[in-house]
Nanobody, 122 residues
Framework: QVHVLESGGDLVQAGGSLRLSCIASGSIFSIKLMGWYRQAPGSQRELVAIITSTGNTTYADSVKGRFTISRDNAKNTAYLQMNSLKFEDTALYYC????????????????WGQGTQVTVSS
């Protein structure tokens, strides 16, 4: 049983900032990867940013230089700091984690949160 919960989404004016949080809980032995994705109505879900267990990060070109992903391993939490927000950033933002559940198995499992809405006004 693994649960993922996002929070922090809000309505914000263009140029403003938001900080999203993702908390993972349950039967987790190790979190291999945490990532943020987003989906606007009628659009495909797309990668925003990912961070590995060693701290390596990857960003979509559309958010590079404006968004920063980070994690607190002790709290099983990932963050997405979003600055200089644009109207085009409006979407439902999802957190995804890849975990191993036991010390004796290398099997990996992926889990998604329910999403948190970010709306950017002009």
């Amino acid at each position: 049983q693994v649960h993922v919960l996002e929070s922090g989404g809000d309505l914000v004016q263009a140029g403003g900032s938001l900080r999203l949080s993702c908390i993972a809980s349950g039967s987790i032995f190790s979190i291999k990867l945490m990532g943020w994705y987003r989906q606007a109505p009628g659009s495909q879900r797309e990668l925003v940013a990912i961070i590995t267990s060693t701290g390596n990060t990857t960003y979509a070109d559309s958010v590079k230089g404006r968004f920063t992903i980070s994690r607190d391993n002790a709290k099983n939490t990932a963050y997405l700091q979003m600055n200089s927000l644009k109207f085009e950033d409006t979407a439902l933002y999802y957190c995804n984690i890849i975990v191993t559940s036991t010390a004796w198995s290398a099997a990996e499992f992926g889990y998604w949160g329910q999403g948190t809405q970010v709306t950017v006004s002009s």
